[in-house]
């Protein structure tokens, strides 16, 4: 069972990428606080509007993208994107021309 509990297909990162209105003060308002929100439920930001969030499980994971779904500001566009551990780890990143060097995410640590 542990092995099965920390397993790269069990594990999960959850994507919110938004584009939300900022022309107005209300909408910059709106923006920042939905931005402000979902890094309070322990979302990072990956790129300037796509934030990542750990998750260990498939069930925790849905927990954070129905609280999500709960804040959603009234405009704009909000996309959520579930991939598992394994899936994330098959990115590929570049700056530019040359390809990034992979940031290792959290670490699980299992005792016997």
């Known amino acids: 069972m542990s092995s099965e509990r920390f397993s790269a297909y069990r594990v999960m990162w959850v ?15 709106n923006a920042a606080k939905f931005r402000k929100q979902i890094m309070e439920d322990g979302f990072t930001m990956f790129q300037f509007s796509i934030y990542l969030r750990h998750c260990p499980s498939k069930e925790n994971a849905d927990a954070h993208i129905r609280r999500v779904k709960s804040i959603l500001p009234e405009s704009g566009d909000v996309g959520i994107l ?7 780890g098959a990115m590929e990143l570049f700056h530019g021309q040359r390809e990034e060097v992979k940031r290792l995410g959290p670490q699980q640590l299992e005792l016997f």
């Open 82 to 88: 579930c991939v598992t551990d394994k899936q994330f």
């Open 15 to 29: 994507m919110v990428f938004f584009d939300l209105p900022t022309e107005t003060k209300k909408e910059r308002k």
